[in-house]
């Protein structure tokens, strides 16, 4: 969270695996109850409805307007980041991303899409809340990961967001994005989960829940026996490959390039891929691209303000 002139800039990275803020994260599932539940959890209570926030996975969709789920966790998320801030009431400025293709198509769709109500009173764990939505930027995914490292991008890099869904490539030179050379593409890592619950049912005829797998993934570690987890890693290196492949289509070669791998996929591909570590920065924040919005929302409102001032003087002296 970022303040700016009394307005609280909350980031909040919608992924179809996590949702974070600057400061949280939990995951990308929700659960309508028609009462209040015995159990709440992180319940949100929003429009007379209850919401248990982090049951009930999140099916992948392309356009995350197309229903009402990701305004009911982007709400949670925000109330999350401003729990952790001890912020329950003031002005807000949602700043959030989109997949890069997907930007300059879905931006608008977006904002009306979060600022829909400008007047948010809900509970949260507990909490009443009072907001105003006052402004939403979008920005491509990906790219504000790497704000921190951009004195670094000199030459030739490409950074490879890899989600859940999707993963958006970008092709930076001299710090500059080549809008030529961005593209977003179904390789996430709900490709990698289905691929080792084929593989599975395969080899031994069942498979555990996708949770259990991508939770060896995330630790590295399992109670599952060694004849699963050796087929499972034996399939991530495979997963990494279609990585690999997929961003030589798009210019990666290691040889002359660094990579810049974002998001949570970049475990796995940092354990399995191969790659020779010091051809790649790995940023394990899963926070970072929530941070970046935050930053780049910050420029946009500053440059706002000196245009809006510049434009006054004109005005004035006219």
Avoid: W
């Amino acid at each position: 969270m970022i303040d700016y002139k009394g307005t609280k800039i909350v980031g909040v990275d919608m992924g179809y695996g996590n949702m974070k803020t600057a400061k949280t994260h939990f995951p990308t599932a929700l659960r309508e109850y028609p009462d209040k539940p015995t159990f709440p959890g992180d319940l949100l209570i929003f429009d007379g409805k209850y919401y248990k926030i982090g049951e009930s996975r999140k099916a992948f969709i392309i356009s995350k307007t197309d229903d009402d789920d990701f305004y009911i966790l982007t709400i949670a998320a925000i109330a999350a980041e401003c729990l952790v801030n001890k912020v329950y009431t003031g002005n807000i400025c949602i700043a959030a991303g989109l997949p890069v293709s997907y930007v300059k198509s879905q931006r608008g769709e977006l904002k009306d899409y979060l600022t829909r109500s400008k007047r948010l009173i809900f509970e949260y764990c507990g909490r009443q809340f009072d907001l105003n939505i006052v402004g939403c930027k979008v920005y491509p995914q990906g790219y504000p990961a790497v704000l921190s490292h951009m004195n670094d991008l000199v030459g030739t890099n490409m950074i490879a967001d890899i989600g859940n869904g999707t993963i958006n490539i970008m092709n930076i030179r001299d710090k500059k994005v080549d809008e030529t050379k961005c593209v977003t593409v179904r390789l996430g890592v709900s490709v990698l989960l289905t691929m080792c619950e084929n593989i599975l049912m395969e080899y031994f005829g069942k498979c555990p829940q996708p949770e259990v797998i991508e939770d060896f993934f995330i630790r590295g570690t399992s109670d599952m026996t060694s004849e699963y987890t050796a087929v499972l890693e034996k399939t991530a290196h495979e997963y990494c490959v279609k990585i690999i492949d997929t961003l030589s289509q798009y210019g990666y070669d290691p040889d002359f390039m660094k990579l810049y791998a974002v998001g949570g996929g970049g475990k796995i591909f940092k354990r399995y891929s191969g790659v020779d570590p010091d051809r790649v920065v790995y940023i394990d924040d899963i926070c970072a691209a929530a941070k970046g919005f935050e930053k780049a929302a910050l420029r946009t409102m500053k440059a706002e303000d000196k245009r809006a001032a510049e434009n006054g003087k004109e005005n004035g002296n006219g």
